[in-house]
């Protein structure tokens, strides 16, 4: 059934390659040609999410009844402002990898994108794990890791705005090494076109308010386990009592933290889609958004 899928998308982007009724490139300076673009692509939208409606494993779980106008109004109105997305999900969800499967278009289209992990704003814990001699002893020991308390979000809002409206950032650094040490303005974020933030506290307070497009990636919880089970041995070192410890502290941290956001997301995607045929509807989308006459 997959191989009918891909051959579908294929489909699409020689059709779409190939045809000879295209619209001149509109003029983005002026309203009117923003307009004619927004209503070109929400008719494009409207047809990608009516051919995934009908493959096997569609990536689309759902999506908001208003956000496409919503966002053609938002192109219209605000042009020179950066398009932020935020990706949100549950630990394990599919989230990370998704990201990198948008990289890799991203690398072969040469687009003008930038993703940015929240996971760099976690809070500096270098003190806390000295004193108890360990994150699983922190952790033990009540310190609540997912909570928007233990985010630098103040940090991170002040960062996304400026991304927003152009400005280049250096962004914390956590380090994964078992240490807890935050190294502060140490990654260089560049203000792209467009911004991918991606992590649970992307959704965090306020932060949502941000984001153009906000997206929840949702997986089967069985899967979710088996991910994080796999990742705590392979990635992390983690003992079989400590990998079991924390998978029970994120069931709960990401009901309470992490779920929330889903109700206001704008699209749901399926976290355990093929990604084969993820990256073709990036490639149809990348085709449509760029496939002007003139």
Avoid at 39 to 52: E, G, R, W
Avoid at 180 to 187: F, L
Avoid at 238 to 254: P, R, S
Wanted: proline share 3%; hydrophobic share 35%; glycine share 4%.
């Amino acid at each position: 059934m997959f191989e009918d899928d891909k051959n579908g998308i294929y489909h699409l982007i020689e059709k779409e390659l190939n045809s000879t009724d295209k619209i001149l490139k509109p003029d983005f300076t002026q309203k009117t040609g923003r307009e004619l673009l927004a209503f070109y692509l929400q008719s494009k939208f409207k047809q990608v999410l009516s051919y995934d409606s009908k493959v096997k494993e569609p990536i689309f779980i759902d999506v908001k009844y208003d956000f496409i106008q919503k966002f053609s109004r938002r192109l219209i109105s605000n042009p020179s402002k950066r398009i932020m997305i935020g990706i949100t999900g549950e630990s394990a969800s599919g989230k990370s990898t998704i990201c990198k499967e948008i990289s890799n278009v991203i690398k072969r289209f040469n687009m003008p994108v930038t993703i940015l992990t929240t996971d760099n704003y976690f809070n500096d814990i270098s003190e806390l794990i000295k004193i108890y001699g360990s994150f699983d002893a922190l952790r033990d020991n009540g310190y609540d890791v997912d909570s928007p308390e233990s985010f630098q979000l103040d940090i991170l809002r002040e960062d996304l705005n400026k991304i927003s409206q152009g400005e280049d950032v250096y962004s914390p650094e956590y380090l994964p090494n078992g240490t807890g040490v935050s190294i502060p303005h140490s990654k260089f974020v560049p203000s792209n076109k467009i911004v991918i933030v991606e992590g649970m506290a992307s959704m965090y307070k306020d932060l949502k308010d941000i984001f153009d497009i906000k997206v929840y990636v949702e997986t089967d919880l069985d899967i979710r386990r088996d991910r994080f089970m796999t990742r705590a041995y392979t990635e992390r070192n983690q003992d079989l009592e400590n990998a079991k410890k924390h998978w029970d502290y994120i069931l709960v941290a990401g009901e309470k933290y992490v779920k929330p956001a889903r109700e206001e997301a704008d699209i749901i995607l399926n976290g355990d889609s093929n990604l084969l045929y993820f990256s073709q509807i990036l490639e149809y989308i990348h085709t449509i958004t760029n496939n002007f006459e003139g």
